[in-house]
């Protein structure tokens, strides 16, 4: 049964940090490809990052260019999107996709 779990979300003070991470069941994290995805209160859910098979060819919206990175732990089947130099338009909820499925995402709030 495929399963992505979200973690990591929270409030956070501009300019800060936060690491989410997506700890996958079902299938293998190295063998797909892996997105991140965000949806703001009243806005469509936008693609943020994403992981090819390979881990080679990162690729990012160019909202999050510089500040996110996105990568993962192969032996823990788990995907990574580490975002820095937070500001308040990165409120979201976060979600991770693989293979067709997403998790259940994670609020990220970005507050002074």
């Known amino acids: 049964q495929v399963q992505l779990v979200e973690s990591g979300g929270g409030l956070v003070q501009p300019g800060g940090s936060l690491r989410l991470s997506c700890a996958v069941s079902?299938?293998?994290?190295?063998?797909?490809?892996m997105r991140w995805y965000r949806q703001a209160p009243g806005k469509e859910r936008e693609w943020v990052a994403l992981?090819?098979?390979?881990?080679?060819?990162?690729q990012y919206a160019d909202s999050v260019k510089g500040r996110f990175s996105i990568s993962r732990d192969n032996a823990k089947n788990t995907v990574y999107l580490d975002m820095n130099s937070l500001k308040p338009e990165d409120t979201a909820v976060y979600y991770c996709?693989?293979?067709?499925?997403w998790g259940q995402g994670t609020q990220v709030t970005v507050s002074s």
């Open positions: 992981i090819p098979p390979s881990g080679g060819y990162k």
């Open positions: 079902g299938f293998t994290v190295s063998s797909n490809t």
């Open positions: 996709n693989g293979r067709g499925s």
